[in-house]
Nanobody, 120 residues
């Protein structure tokens, strides 16, 4: 199972970026999918997560600026980021809580991360 994230880059403050993440490999079912971010010396923090039922949860710092969405058929999750700030600079990781086989446990799978840099 692999999660391939893309869409990061360098953007000026106030700009926008759209991150994408696709799950590949043998998966029986996917529950939640989401995005975390991490900066050097800090713990990885939740940015946004979309539950299996489609409920979205956001970190307070990104509410009203970021939007998470999913395409179940494509096994993909997206993060549309608007009004980016220098403090949004981080490596963004996508994650999927999934079951590989019908009777297996749910496992959190992680992508490799994509760098987002916001210049002031």
């Amino acid at each position: 199972v692999q999660l391939q994230a893309s869409g990061g880059g360098l953007v000026q403050a106030g700009g926008s970026l759209r991150l994408s993440c696709v799950v590949s490999g043998s998966i029986f079912s996917i529950n939640s999918m989401g995005w975390y971010r991490q900066t050097p010396g800090k713990q990885r923090e939740l940015v946004a997560v979309a539950s299996g039922g489609g409920i979205a949860t956001y970190a307070d710092s990104v509410k009203s600026r970021f939007t998470i969405s999913r395409d179940t058929a494509k096994r993909a999750v997206y993060l549309q980021m608007y009004s980016l700030r220098p403090e949004d600079t981080a490596v963004y990781y996508c994650t999927a809580r999934a079951r590989a086989r019908p009777l297996s446990s749910m496992i959190d799978y992680w992508g490799q991360g994509t760098q987002v840099t916001v210049s002031s």
